[in-house]
């Protein structure tokens, strides 16, 4: 699992078959597992009340969706793959000092052109 490109835990699956996965299974499984690090972020200690975990799961769903959108609109934008579309945000972020959270919903929300994504830098 990671999170902003940290690794920080794995998820172990287990297959009533051998051989590899599909590529809609892993894609499912991965969807699976940035899904749970969505949750270890925002994991509290307090008891959660059964109301606050399903607007988690919802909030990380919709995370989630809106961080694969801004991946498309970069990757449809820029004629690349969605994971160059994937490094070219996490890089714009780092480089900008921004999180990627905001970087993503302005994309999504029209408040940001993806072309600002390609903006090239260097460091001086």
């Known amino acids: 699992?990671?999170?902003?490109?940290?690794?920080?835990?794995?998820?172990?699956?287990?297959?009533?078959?051998?051989?590899?996965?599909?590529?809609?299974?892993?894609?499912?499984?991965?969807?699976?597992?940035?899904?749970?690090?969505?949750?270890?972020?925002?994991?509290s200690l307090e008891p959660a009340r059964s109301d606050d975990l399903v607007t988690r799961v919802h909030?990380?769903?919709?995370?989630?969706?809106?961080?694969?959108?801004?991946?498309?609109?970069?990757?449809?934008?820029?004629?690349?793959?969605?994971?160059?579309?994937t490094h070219l945000l996490t890089d714009y972020a780092t480089w900008n000092l921004v999180r990627l959270g905001d970087t993503v919903q302005a994309l999504v929300s029209r408040t940001m052109e993806p072309a600002v994504i390609l903006v090239p830098r260097t460091r001086g």
């Open 1 to 43: 699992m990671r999170l902003d490109q940290r690794l920080f835990g794995s998820l172990t699956l287990l297959c009533t078959r051998t051989g590899h996965l599909s590529d809609d299974d892993l894609h499912l499984a991965q969807a699976l597992a940035d899904s749970a690090a969505l949750a270890f972020m925002h994991w």
């Open 59 to 85: 909030n990380a769903i919709a995370a989630k969706a809106t961080f694969d959108i801004a991946k498309g609109m970069v990757a449809a934008y820029a004629g690349v793959a969605i994971s160059e579309a």
